[in-house]
């Protein structure tokens, strides 16, 4: 069986994706014909915003993207427009877990940041309903904007904890925005009073080099899953002391393959830390981070990691059983109550072991 085809057919498990960062093309032309339509701006049609193969766009230039989709899914519509669509996408790779992340807004005169939460999780519940998914929320801290905004984000968040219909589906707080801006120290308190009230917490940590950030936030102990950790590795950038602060918690690493490589913090896919961790057995996940705006899949993220040519000593090189355990180290690293990783892994497994024995044909 073809591997591309192999890797769609397995059960898989997302956990980190931005929402604005996954629309798909189709979902963007129709919110420009939307946007079109009201506003006659032409300049937003213009807008080019997914990166196709082969070509590269620096971190800076990733977030201009973002104000771009920001601007065109700035109603109540547009906002459960996207959330459906992105989840019908997912499922429709047969994602049958995903974790979604999303930066609650503020539009003057259009939104409130508990309406744009509310629009997503309504979403999300009917969407549930019409897809083979099962679908949780973090809400995103953007540290561009501020420790203020993140308190308010933080409160917004345990607010939903005691919803009856949406209270199960918030899972945690992911921190996340341009690495550039501002500093994660700053936000330690906030994150220390989420975790006291029982939310998860994916922090994106060095991904571009920022050793006394990193080891800030990895002395805290706060952190549950770190998103990209591109410069923690030894190998890669980082140092001992991130290394054995890493090692010592077990913190398990998202890794997003594609959109290090085409926003250049990562050089090629050979020289991408995930080999580094591999070989040491640490818990990692693979991830699309934004779909849309890296023009990828999960299945596609699966095969890139599968199909890269290993050096300097890294382990590559995805038999049908690594993949296999690519899917189940979701299912572990899952912000989900012990019951439901019981649940998820059973329906996961059985899967799985439906699809054995297919790839021998590769
Ligand atoms: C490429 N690497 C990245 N690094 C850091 N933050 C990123 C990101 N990709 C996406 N985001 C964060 O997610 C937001 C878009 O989705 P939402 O509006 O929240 O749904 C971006 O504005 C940024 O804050
Ligand atoms: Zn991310």
């Known amino acids: 069986m073809e591997l591309l085809r192999y890797c769609t057919n397995l059960p898989k498990v997302e956990l980190h994706a931005h929402l604005n960062g996954s629309l798909s093309d189709a979902t963007v032309l129709g919110l420009l014909k939307t946007r079109t339509q009201r506003d006659a701006d032409p300049s937003l049609a213009a807008a080019e915003v997914t990166i196709k193969k082969g070509h590269q766009r620096t971190l800076e230039e990733c977030f201009q993207v973002f104000g771009i989709l920001h601007s065109l899914t700035d109603t109540l519509e547009a906002v459960q427009t996207i959330t459906r669509d992105v989840i019908r996408e997912f499922a429709a790779d047969n994602v049958r877990y995903l974790e979604l992340r999303t930066t609650p807004k503020h539009v003057p005169d259009r939104m409130t940041k508990k309406q744009y939460m509310d629009a997503v999780l309504q979403a999300t519940v009917e969407a549930m309903v019409s897809h083979n998914i099962r679908v949780r929320l973090l809400l995103s801290i953007d540290r561009a904007r501020g420790v203020e905004d993140a308190w308010s984000t933080l409160h917004l968040a345990k607010d939903y904890l005691n919803h009856t219909v949406f209270g199960p589906l918030v899972c945690g707080l992911d921190v996340s925005g341009n690495p550039v801006c501002g500093d994660l120290q700053d ?75 085409k926003t250049g913090t990562v050089k090629t896919p050979s020289e991408h830390h995930l080999g580094l961790w591999r070989k040491e057995n640490h818990p990692l996940v693979i991830c699309t981070d934004d779909k849309g705006v890296f023009s990828t899949s999960l299945s596609e993220e699966f095969v890139l990691c599968a199909q890269v040519r290993p050096i300097r000593g890294q382990t590559f090189s995805f038999c049908e059983e690594d993949l296999h355990s690519l899917s189940l180290s979701g299912v572990e690293a899952a912000f989900l109550s012990p019951t439901d990783k019981q649940t998820l892994r059973r329906e996961v497994q059985q899967e799985l072991d439906a699809l054995k024995g297919k790839l021998a044909s590769r």
């Open 187 to 261: 936000y330690l308190p906030v994150l220390q009073a989420a975790r006291s009230c029982g939310l998860k917490l994916a922090v994106h940590l060095a991904e571009v080099p920022s050793e006394t950030e990193a080891l800030a936030v990895l002395n805290s102990g706060l952190v549950d899953r770190i998103g990209h950790g591109t410069f923690l590795h030894p190998a890669s950038g980082g140092s001992q002391a991130l290394h054995t602060l890493l090692k010592d918690q077990n913190i398990p690493l998202e890794l997003c393959m594609s959109s290090n490589v």
